[in-house]
């Protein structure tokens, strides 16, 4: 299971996308506008993290690109599947390259811009204004707030004496100097006066850790950014166990202003303290993801190279098949791109073109064989007729007349010995003619004529047979030899009927039917000639070999003279399975 994983695509991609989400997630991370914090932990892990995917797509590319090009000194065409991953490499690779590297010293050099002398002191400056404007503030405060606890020490009297008039004085002070709340409160942290002009006299007890520094003679300012107000707590010298608590709020944007200064100072040297480690991580985030454009270059080009390889590798294969003799090997183009399609119909076409060349030529020789062994026998056979006829005619002229005894019978062997030698000289004229015939002489002949010719031959003395003519084609009129085409024509009309009268024998009722139909099939014209007689009786590859017979007076020669006639017109003799009789389909080339 895990072998067949490895072996797919499917680790490759996802691989490939966790790249591109960690590396995406990395760049987030460093411009703060993700969830993780950025600090030193997390820019380590982050790095881990992206090494460790750069890793595990470099094992799973160069496996498969080492397994794909084990394959390739295995397979005939993979060479071709070889330049193509390289050129789609080398084409993804170098731009990537570049990109990465110019961006890498862009980076480089805002890094420095960030941290150089200029950035830094304006950092330091905002930082220090910040911290100038705490420290006036907080020096204010402590000022009014010391200045305010001298009034009262001074004026303490009234705080037993008049107490409404001392709670009039104590409202007098804050008011005059400005402050949100004042209270006095003794050393447990009680409540004993207040005095509030903002409405909200929110009285929170100070820590006993503060109450006992300003027991201590400590003037104790507290800030709280969140509340945005400052604390000060101080003890009046009149009485020690009265202490002066005030309130004071700051501005909240000016509270806001200086709290984000602080943040952004902290972040700035926080960067520049981890500059190392960031120019590292964004260097190989740069790198995973130029890597990942790298591999799914090659992935894609893999399966590209193989897309486009395919159909040549089987072109390849099947040119070997050609080559080793195998001409009947066909490509199949239903689902290939409309190039290769043609490219494999020209194949196709050439590879037919090639079988019918090899079959015309080894026609020919088989027919240049049979014309010298009908040419020789033809020559033996006639040399001894003459005597023997003449001989025949002597013994008939000589001693038919001296026979007595049995005279009929002599008379009669003599008849049947003289109808054997003009069989047999006829037998040698077919020989002589098959051995003899001529180079078709091509003259312009109407064609559609000539079949109605050969038809009327025959209808008048076959009263039991049908003649159908259906002739389709739109030529009529074209170049062939007049002779040899009737003779074929006659040839194949005569099995026919040949045919259908062996079959009348057993059944008297038949009605012999013969079918011709003429059409047009690219650069030939076909002649079907169809009959419902006996059919053949012997494999259509036998019946065209010169002296092949199945009748009990043929001198198998008929079909072979038809064949040769429509070879030497660039046409064919085909025999047509059927159930019921027999079809022939003769073919002479137009042009």
Known sequence: MIKKILNSNLLLYFGTFLSIVFGIF???????????????????????????????????????????????????????????????IFVTAIPSIFVAFFSLMLFNLGIEKW?????????????????????????????????????????????????????????????????????????????????SFNNKNNFIKPLKTFIDMAQNGQTILISDANKNQTNALVKLSSNENIFLYTIRYVDPETVNFLKKTGEASTFYYKLKSNSLGLQITFAVVYIVIVSSLIMLSSVYAINIANKISKPIIKLIFAAKEVSAGNL?????????????????????????????????????????????VAKKLAHEIKNPLTPITLSLERIKDRYLKQINVDKADFENYLNIISRQVEDIGKLANEFSDFARMPNPIKKSNNLKKLIEDSINLYKLSEKQIIFNLDYKSNKEVFEFDLNQISRVLINVIKNSLESIHEKQELDKNLQGIIDISVENSNDFINIIIEDNGVGFK??????????????????????????KILHEHGGDLNFIEKSNGAKIKLSIKIN
């Not at 991370?29 to 790095?47: A, D, K, P, R």
């Not at 000022?143 to 008049?162: C, P, V």
């Not at 002070?173 to 005095?195: C, H, M, P, V, W």
């Not at 010169?546 to 008929?558: D, E, F, I, M, V």
């Open 26 to 88: 990395t760049l987030y991370t460093f411009s703060g506008t993700s969830f993780v914090q950025l600090n030193e932990n997390n820019i380590q892990l982050l790095l881990i993290i992206n090494i460790s995917i750069i890793c595990l797509l470099l094992f799973l590319i160069i496996r498969k690109l080492t397994v794909f090009f084990y394959k390739s000194k295995e397979i005939t065409g993979l060479s071709t599947n070889l330049n193509f991953i390289k050129y789609f």
């Open 115 to 195: 941290f150089d002398k200029k950035v830094n002191d304006v950092v330091n400056n905002s930082v220090e204004v910040a911290r100038n404007y705490l420290e006036e503030n907080q020096n204010s405060i402590k000022g009014e707030i010391l200045a305010m606890a001298n009034d009262l020490n001074r004026n303490f009297n009234l705080y037993s004496e008049n107490k409404p008039l001392f709670q009039n004085y104590f409202d007098q002070q804050t008011r005059f100097r400005k402050i949100e709340e004042s209270y006095l409160i003794n050393k447990d942290g009680t409540l004993l006066f207040s005095a």
């Open 328 to 372: 009947d090997v066909k490509l199949k183009h239903e689902k290939e791109d409309d190039d290769f399609k043609k490219l494999y119909q020209t194949f196709n076409i050439m590879t037919q073109e090639i079988q019918a060349q090899k079959n015309k030529i080894a026609l020919s020789e088989r027919y240049q064989a049979w014309e010298m």
């Open 538 to 563: 012997a494999t259509p590859k036998d019946l065209i070999t010169p002296l092949t017979t199945t009748k009990q007076h043929g001198s198998g020669l008929g079909l072979s003279i038809v064949s």
